[in-house]
Nanobody, 117 residues
Framework: QVQLVESGGGLVQAGGSLRLSCAAS????????MEWYRQPPGMRRELVVS???????YYADSVRGRFTLSGDNAKNTMYLQMNSLKPEDTAVYYC???????????WGRGTQVTVSS
């Protein structure tokens, strides 16, 4: 059973930065997809960034230029560096990993990010 554990969330003022971590129970390169999603209060979960098997990275328009995805294979950990945070970035952030497109993703439990104005 794959486990994903997010950490690094917290309360930050607008304009500040946070780095989220997603620690996986196996190599992050073994997954077809690794992604970060977020769910703002009262809203649907939305894709923030996606990393494909070939290494291609897609950022949502709302975070492009402010958020950066990276990984540490030795630690089986994916990171999301979030800069220039805005109040609208407030959400629970979830890590997801997929073995292949025909299977359901594995999910972490999420980490809360709150950006005050």
């Amino acid at each position: 059973q794959v486990q994903l554990v997010e950490s690094g969330g917290g309360l930050v003022q607008a304009g500040g930065s946070l780095r989220l971590s997603c620690a996986a129970s196996r190599s992050i390169d073994s997954f077809e997809l690794m992604e970060w999603y977020r769910q703002p209060p009262g809203m649907r979960r939305e894709l923030v960034v996606s990393r494909g098997y070939g290494g291609s990275i897609y950022y949502a328009d709302s975070v492009r230029g402010r958020f950066t995805l990276s990984g540490d294979n030795a630690k089986n950990t994916m990171y999301l560096q979030m800069n220039s945070l805005k109040p609208e970035d407030t959400a629970v952030y979830y890590c997801a990993a997929t073995d292949d497109p025909d299977t359901r993703p594995y999910w972490g439990r999420g980490t809360q990010v709150t950006v005050s104005s």
